[in-house]
């Protein structure tokens, strides 16, 4: 079954019980208000790598709704979906595909900003600014055009 941008609007996607209480922590160290702010950052953190995720051995996390984790507009829920669909090898993903994927990218995402942050001594602002800096967030490879 195909899947449209409505029907993600609806998940609720999940990831495993360790992400989830890396997911809280780093909520309070970050200062975050909303759940759905560390776990965009570690999807990001994850979609930076070359490589795909290892599939999670459970999916016992709390529930983010998909207009919660990807934002409410259509332009950035699309951008979500797109990159997730760019790093995956799959000529299509299904709603089971997409669950997962996420899933898996906010799990590896957690740990690297745990491990990222623990390795940090100033504010969490501060460190914010720092990742946003990092060539994590860059192109994985430059195009020309």
Do not use: C
Not at 37 to 50: E, H, N
Not at 129 to 138: K, P, R, S
């Amino acid at each position: 079954m195909s899947l449209n941008l409505i029907d993600v609007f609806r998940i609720d996607f999940r990831t495993s019980a360790e992400a989830d209480a890396l997911n809280s922590s780093l909520q309070k160290s970050l200062k975050f208000d909303y759940r759905y702010q560390p776990a965009r950052i570690g999807i990001s953190l994850s979609l930076g790598r070359r490589t795909a995720p290892s599939p999670v051995s459970d999916l016992l996390g709390k529930p983010i709704r998909g207009e919660t984790l990807f934002g409410q507009e259509e332009s950035e829920l699309a951008l979500w979906v797109a990159l997730i669909f760019e790093h995956s090898s799959s000529p299509q993903l299904t709603k089971k595909d997409l669950t997962e994927l996420v899933a898996a990218h906010w799990h590896r995402g957690m740990r690297l900003l745990a491990e990222q942050i623990g390795n940090w001594d100033e504010e969490p602002h501060s460190f914010l600014l720092h990742l946003a800096n990092e060539e994590t967030f860059l192109p994985m490879e430059a195009e020309t055009f």
